[in-house]
């Protein structure tokens, strides 16, 4: 049973467009979402993240929505730009709660074209 | 800051064998985290760790996974005997404290054959 849900698997993007990525969740006691991006050989990098109380938080060329009543989120990325060619999770947590850990989607891969 | 460091950085064993993975986290982070991910699957926590204590292995498979946390700093991860279905990026991951953000090392790649 899969709480965290990315459906697609890759996303193709030209330089200079919006890319969105689309995240859906199950589990309405999560109430922190953070998305991270994860280059090959790499660990995953912390992004940016969004409280349940609000519904957009927006950091540079990053912005992250949050539609509680209908258990999605999605991550904007305003220019595009081939560096930020990579693998996005989105993950979900109980920031309130006792454990802090975190639940992710399969992740989807971006690829951002010259 | 100094990253979350993890050794070895490859491994490949036959099945039935024994591993061992560790990992330094950020200094002065209370919690770590040891995260497995199949390749095209997202990360999935196996056990957390606050301070030297076990706050969460309900995931890790106690049969063959193994995992501590000595004197509340490093940590290992130990898999006796290993699977092919074991084949996995290890991650480990520590944070300040429970709620906070992590940071992620670079990972351990298993490969059972």
């Known amino acids: 049973d899969q709480q965290v849900k990315q459906n697609s698997p890759s996303l193709s993007v030209q330089e200079g467009r919006i890319s969105i990525l689309n995240c859906d969740y199950t589990?309405?006691?999560?109430?922190?979402f953070l998305w991270y991006k994860k280059y090959p050989a790499e660990g995953p990098t912390f992004l940016i993240s969004?409280?349940?109380?609000?519904d957009k938080n927006e950091d540079g060329r990053f912005t992250v929505f949050l539609n509680k009543s209908a258990k999605h989120l999605s991550l904007h990325i305003v220019p595009s730009q081939p560096g930020d060619s990579a693998v996005y999770f989105c993950?979900?947590?109980?920031?309130?709660?006792?454990?802090?850990?975190?639940?992710f989607g399969k992740g989807t891969k971006l690829s951002v074209k010259p | 800051e100094a990253g979350v460091a993890q050794s070895p950085r490859y491994k490949i064993i036959e099945k039935r064998q024994s591993v061992a993975f560790w990992c330094n986290p950020i200094?002065?982070?209370?919690?770590l985290y040891w995260y497995q991910q199949i390749l095209g699957q997202g990360p999935k926590l196996l056990i957390q760790?606050?301070?030297?204590?076990?706050?969460?292995d309900s995931q890790l498979p106690k049969d063959r996974f193994s995992a501590e946390r000595l004197k509340g700093v490093d940590s290992t991860l130990k898999i006796q005997p290993a699977k092919l279905e074991d084949s996995a990026v290890y991650l480990c991951?520590?944070?300040?404290?429970?709620?906070?953000?992590?940071?992620f090392g670079s990972g351990t790649r298993l490969t059972v054959v």
């Open positions: 991951a520590s944070s300040p404290g429970q709620g906070y953000g992590y940071t």
């Open positions: 589990n309405s006691m999560f109430d922190y």
């Open positions: 969004i409280s349940s109380i609000k």
């Open positions: 993950a979900a947590s109980f920031y309130g709660g006792s454990q802090g850990n975190l639940i």
């Open positions: 200094s002065g982070h209370a919690t």
């Open positions: 760790f606050q301070n030297n204590g076990v706050v969460d």
